[in-house]
T-cell receptor, first 115, second 113 residues
């Protein structure tokens, strides 16, 4: 089966610009997660979709971040306007069940650099 | 609040030596613990979870609730074990929180020939 795919793999933008990251989960996985790792820090949860609904968005850092999953398939994460501290690797993951009993399948991540 | 601590950012051992990657957690409820691994140029993937009590690639991890630890062990390290290892915690069966993982900062394991 095809794994979780993320696009782009790298993005370099200037402070104040907008960037949109995309994630295509494994087909049939209702659960979709966004995580990010800022340089030198741990991987942190951003939010969780169940199908098209936001189940938990408590990890979103501020209102410059907007995630959508229209139709319950692929998801986008938009950062507008980007700030320097947004630089990091953004991971998407999907699963069939909840994280405690269903392994997360991760994408390769999008490395975002804000200059 | 829940927290996962991996005290060693870097760990280097020789091939054939035992290896132990430490993980401590803080959570007042009944957590589910996991180890995820990221090999060079590969994606992050599940290595093992405590609920399964399994051994994967020779690795085992025992949940010690008294010490709030979930250390990852392997008796004889191999060069192909070199990777970044992340310990992670889930809130377990809580309705919504059971969906999110809290990760430690990771330990980069290098197994030298």
């Amino acid at each position: 089966e095809a794994g979780v795919t993320q696009f782009p793999s790298h993005s370099v933008i200037e402070k104040g610009q907008t960037v949109t990251l995309r994630c295509d989960p494994i087909s049939g996985h209702d659960n979709l997660y966004w995580y990010r790792r800022v340089m030198g820090k741990e991987i942190k949860f951003l939010l969780h979709f169940v199908k098209e609904s936001k189940q938990d968005e408590s990890g979103m850092p501020n209102n410059r971040f907007l995630a959508e999953r229209t139709g319950g398939t692929y998801s986008t994460l938009k950062v507008q306007p980007a700030e320097l501290e947004d630089s990091g690797v953004y991971f998407c993951a999907s699963s069939q069940g909840m994280a405690y009993n269903s392994p997360l399948h991760f994408g390769n991540g999008t490395r975002l650099t804000v200059t | 609040a829940q927290r996962v601590t991996q005290p060693e950012k870097l760990l280097s051992v020789f091939k054939g030596a035992p290896v132990e990657l430490k993980c401590n957690y803080s959570y007042s409820g009944s957590p589910e613990l996991f180890w995820y691994v990221q090999y060079s140029r590969q994606r992050l993937q599940l290595l093992l979870r405590h609920i399964s009590r399994e051994s994967i690639k020779g690795f085992t991890a025992d949940l010690n609730k008294g010490e709030t630890s979930f250390h990852l062990k392997k008796p004889f390290a191999q060069e192909e074990d070199s990777a970044m290892y992340y310990c992670a915690l889930s809130y377990g069966r809580l309705a919504t929180s059971g969906s999110r993982l809290t990760f430690g900062e990771g330990t980069q394991l290098t197994v030298n020939p």
